[in-house]
């Protein structure tokens, strides 16, 4: 039977990409995290191309993955790599003094779960269910959040060129003040929709599985950004006012903050 023979694979090339983790520790959860959810829409397209399995559908909702997988993962590269006001401003907010049996525990659990967030697609190929209408609206709802994100990210680049030392509140900043993450949170929700009609029975548990996870590590890196802002501008009134009157992470839902949760950690 292929089908635990193919998650195998997925799990081995997750593996594989975010071991990039053990050059740098924060690798894991950023750039081996883009590249690995890019790698397995790829990988996807060709266990599943092979075995002529495909759809008009399911192509189309890998490739907007492979692209929000690429994009998120040469964004983060590029900031690491070659904004030096980038790596100064994070000195001392990351631990790199981490141990090796932590960091092979972490590597693990990242590549689990970024094999659990892909898996309504791949149960959709594996089931054979063909395209509904719900890949559809999935696909739509993943490129909706991939837009979003990509707009946020450049329009905070942009604020920061004009004002490195101001907090951003301009644009899509305006609306929620993590709009990035949002964004995020979008396209794994559409992910999740769109395996409405072809996941069955407990194939549903680790679809849930995954998709909590990534929602519960969004509002982790909103806490951690909350609290590292605050430190940054906490005095400034003009970002107090605009704390208390913008949400944190989901438009129109009032959560102005996450800071005093400390389950949140990730």
């Known amino acids: 039977m292929v089908f635990p023979t193919y998650i195998w694979i997925l799990l081995l090339t997750a593996l594989a990409i975010s071991a990039i983790g053990f050059k740098k520790y924060v690798w894991f959860i950023s750039l081996g995290y883009g590249f690995s959810i890019a790698g397995e829409g790829i990988l996807m397209l060709i266990l599943f191309g092979i075995d002529g399995k495909l759809t008009l559908g399911t192509v189309l909702c890998n490739i907007v993955m492979i692209l929000y ?21 994070m000195v001392g907010e990351i631990k790199e003094d981490v141990p090796f049996g932590v960091k092979i525990a972490i590597w693990i659990t990242c590549a689990l779960l970024y094999v659990l967030q892909v898996l309504s697609v791949f149960y959709r190929l594996s089931n054979e269910s063909g395209s509904n209408v719900w890949v559809y609206i999935g696909t739509a709802i993943m490129f909706c959040g991939a837009t979003l994100e990509t707009s946020a990210d450049y329009q905070k680049n942009m604020a920061k060129q004009k004002n490195p030392k101001r907090f951003v509140d301009t644009g899509l900043y ?15 929700t559409g992910v999740f ?8 029975g407990w194939q549903w548990l680790p679809v849930a599985l995954g998709y909590a996870g990534i929602i519960y590590v969004m509002f982790s890196g909103a806490r951690r950004l909350e609290i590292r802002q605050n430190k940054n501008y906490g005095n400034d009134p003009e970002y107090q006012e605009y704390v208390k009157t913008v949400p944190i992470l989901v438009p129109l839902i009032p959560i102005y903050s996450v800071e005093k949760h400390k389950w949140l950690v990730a």
């Open 69 to 89: 997988g690429m994009r998120l993962g040469g964004y983060l590269a590029y900031r690491e790599l070659r904004k030096a006001s980038y790596s100064k401003h």
């Open 174 to 188: 305006r609306i929620v003040r993590c709009p990035n993450y949002f964004g995020e949170m979008l396209f794994w």
């Open 193 to 200: 929709l769109s395996g409405i009609g072809a996941v069955t």
